[in-house]
T-cell receptor, first 112, second 112 residues
């Protein structure tokens, strides 16, 4: 099956620790995105990448970092500089020339 | 700044009735709009999309209407079923980088 996978589904970390969230897609999509979702709110863009080895900051990039070494993978690191990291994180991808974004199942990060 | 927003945060509908979910947008340059459905603890799923050169588009049990004059978007769900209970988001394409801007969402609850 083609799709987007995110792991783990639930993640717990101590305050001050960096944590990396995985996002993999086998849709052969060029563009990938990371969003943050807080309770009762919409999706806010953290980072996006249109092509391998290139990425841009979204609206709330502070305290986060990404890499795009492979077309299939776009991992997100939540650093200790992120003041309020507890949230639901969603990864998405889009094919060339497309507008529709396909979403993964999400990772719920809880910082204790 | 310009953003996409939904008129009502919650909607309660009787099973079998039609549902109408509204969304207002302010970016007149947006040329593409999408509706997503998000069930609890899952990633958003594509429902239907519409381009700015169209006023109406129909899918299976769903219809999207676009009124560019008043910058209004609506999603109509016919014969609402319990499985339609979810949060519904509208999103607009800002015209570059395939980026989407999301509204806050409307939570639809279907009463049996």
């Amino acid at each position: 099956d083609g799709g987007i996978t995110q792991s783990p589904k639930y993640l717990f970390r101590k305050e001050g620790q960096n944590v990396t969230l995985s996002c993999e897609q086998n849709l052969n999509h060029d563009a990938m995105y990371w969003y943050r979702q807080d309770p009762g709110q919409g999706l806010r863009l953290i980072y996006y990448s249109q092509i391998v080895n290139d990425f841009q900051k979204g609206d709330i990039a502070e305290g986060y970092s990404v890499s795009r070494e492979k077309k299939e993978s776009f991992p997100l690191t939540v650093t200790s500089a992120q003041k309020n990291p507890t949230a639901f994180y969603l990864c998405a991808s889009t094919g060339t020339g497309g507008n529709e974004q396909f979403f993964g199942p999400g990772t719920r990060l809880t910082v204790l | 700044g310009e953003s996409v927003g939904l008129h009502l945060p919650t909607l309660s509908v009787q099973e079998g009735d039609n549902s109408i979910i509204n969304c207002a947008y302010s970016n007149s340059a947006s040329d593409y709009f999408i509706w997503y459905k998000q069930e609890s603890g899952k990633g958003p799923q594509f429902i239907i999309d519409i381009r700015s050169n169209m006023d109406k588009r129909q899918g299976q049990r769903v219809t999207v209407l676009l009124n560019k004059t008043v910058k209004h978007l609506s999603l109509q769900i016919a014969a609402t079923q319990p499985g339609d209970s979810a949060v519904y988001f509208c999103a607009e394409n800002l015209g570059h980088d395939y980026k989407l801007s999301f509204g806050a969402g409307t939570t639809v609850t279907v009463r049996a």
